[in-house]
């Protein structure tokens, strides 16, 4: 059996998939890693802009969108994206069905330049998940201080959420907080169930291990360079801990009797950036129940390859705590490090939106001409 069923029934912690792309749905590939044991997946501009502008799988449809009458670019952009993202929610149905609404998700982001915009990002979330109306719809908003407002909105109407971008504990308490006063707003607002309500909570994990440890590379002390590939680790364990006290108490308990689901935290980024370190540390340490990893094709079959099934996630806590202490003692500046973070995150996200819709101007404009 493979690793990645083992994961899930054994340790609680579900498989995402970190990719979509046209060929994976045609050619079945999907379908197999479903049958494997994945259970969601999760998607981003950077993913559709490879996507559509690595492989010709996108010609046909867009020259077809091109074709029409004069329309924004970005009416083609989303044409092809909620493409890919129907085919995956129909391929994924049986997860949902199978796990009673636990997993079976698939992940699609908002547009990057409403990250600091509340009431556009609310009309963004609210039409992407109009427009799609399917139950196993997540629709992605940051957790900038401008998404927080409109995580809550949304799941006080009902909308499930993956809240991505996330690089602190203290963003993580926000992102919590958000999600708890929307199922509050909703209880209050409905005697219904709860349940049909589902929400991730993504930490980004590589990304804050890459920028700590290129500065305590820099400061080239014993005790810097011993906390080397430290950081990422401990900052999951850590809002593991946070996570198991938010969902408890009598606060959480007056919803749980309604049917709410907790918000699981998601480990994204986990593909490892430093040849240095094993390929499979961002799976291995932080494996524990009610977890999400979603995971890059090549982590994914590493994991599946050689990963270590051992409950990590709230073990060695203690070190974790040390760690992060350790950390801002030798001088690292974790709040302005998970800013920075949040900053060239949101902006990556935002130049690959942009620059695949320029390119598809480009091509739109070409298609005319020759036409």
């Excluded at 197999?32 to 010709?56: E, H, Y």
């Excluded at 079976?104 to 915009?117: C, F, M, N």
């Excluded at 308990?253 to 593909?271: C, E, F, I, K």
């Excluded at 961002?282 to 079959?301: C, F, M, Q, S």
Aim: aromatic letters at 8%.
């Amino acid at each position: 059996m493979d690793r990645l069923v083992h994961l899930a029934d054994d340790f609680g912690q579900s498989p995402w998939l970190d990719n979509l792309k046209r060929s994976y749905i045609t050619s079945g590939q999907l379908q197999d890693l479903v049958d494997r044991g994945v259970r969601g997946l999760t998607s981003n501009p950077t993913i559709f802009q490879k996507a559509i502008q690595g492989s010709p799988d996108y010609d046909e449809q867009f020259s077809a969108l091109a074709a029409g009458a004069p329309h924004p670019i970005i009416d083609d952009y989303w044409a092809m994206v909620l493409h890919d993202i129907n085919s995956a929610l129909d391929i994924f149905e049986p997860v949902y069905a199978a796990t009673s609404g636990l997993d079976g998700y698939v992940s699609v982001e908002v547009d990057p330049g409403l990250a600091h915009d509340s009431a556009g990002t609310e009309i963004a979330a609210r039409a992407l998940s109009e427009r799609v109306n399917r139950h196993n719809l997540m629709v992605k908003v940051p957790a900038t201080n401008a998404g927080l407002p409109a995580i809550e909105q949304m799941i006080a109407e009902g909308r499930s959420i993956n809240v991505t971008l996330i690089f602190s504990l203290e963003r993580y308490a926000a992102v919590v907080e958000a999600y708890i006063s929307g199922l509050e707003r909703l209880a209050a607002a409905s005697a219904g169930d709860l349940s049909s309500v589902a929400s991730v909570a993504s930490f980004f994990i590589s990304r804050v291990d890459s920028e700590i440890d290129k500065r305590l590379d820099a400061m080239g002390s014993s005790q810097a360079l011993a906390l080397r590939g430290k950081a990422a680790v401990a900052q999951g364990k850590l809002a593991y801990q946070m996570f198991q006290q938010a969902f408890s108490g009598p606060r959480w308990q007056a919803l749980a009797d309604r049917g709410a689901r907790v918000q699981r935290p998601l480990w994204a980024s986990t593909s490892t950036k430093n040849p240095a370190y094993p390929d499979t540390l961002y799976v291995d340490e932080l494996i524990g129940p009610h977890t999400v990893n979603t995971l890059p094709d090549a982590t994914l079959e590493a994991f599946a390859d050689h990963g270590n099934l051992v409950r990590r996630v709230d073990a060695d806590v203690d070190q974790a705590e040390n760690a992060w202490r350790d950390l801002a003692a030798v001088g690292i500046d974790l709040a302005g490090i998970a800013e920075q973070l949040e900053t060239e995150g949101v902006a990556s996200f935002q130049a690959s939106f942009n620059e695949l819709l320029e390119a598809l101007e480009v091509k739109a404009a070409s298609l005319r001409h020759n036409a």
